[in-house]
Nanobody, 120 residues
């Protein structure tokens, strides 16, 4: 069984920074693409950023230049460094991972989410 656990969310003032972490555990052969998504109240879940196994990254236009995704493959961790936060960044942030299991097969997994609130 695989688990993704996010942490690092909270309340921050506009212009502030937060760093989200995603810890992956379980019978993992390889962590393939990892990503962050978010869902604001009343809106659909949207893509934020992703990183492939070899470190190629992709960002939503709304966060380019402000957010940075990174990963620590030996530790099965992913991070999202968020800077210059805006009220419109307020959402529940979810970690996503495409994982190849030791027993075979590649599957898509989600964490439970962490709340980020940007407000003065």
């Amino acid at each position: 069984q695989v688990h993704l656990v996010e942490s690092g969310g909270g309340l921050v003032q506009p212009g502030g920074s937060l760093r989200l972490s995603c810890a992956v555990s379980g019978r993992i052969f390889s962590l393939n693409t990892m990503g962050w998504y978010r869902q604001a109240p009343g809106k659909e879940r949207e893509f934020v950023a992703s990183s492939t196994l070899v470190g190629s990254t992709n960002y939503a236009d709304s966060v380019k230049g402000r957010f940075t995704i990174s990963r620590d493959n030996p530790k099965n961790m992913a991070y999202l460094q968020m800077s210059s936060l805006r009220p419109e960044d307020t959402a529940v942030y979810y970690c996503n991972a495409d994982i190849t299991l030791i027993q075979g097969g590649a599957y898509d997994y989600w964490g439970q989410g962490t709340q980020v609130t940007v407000s003065s």
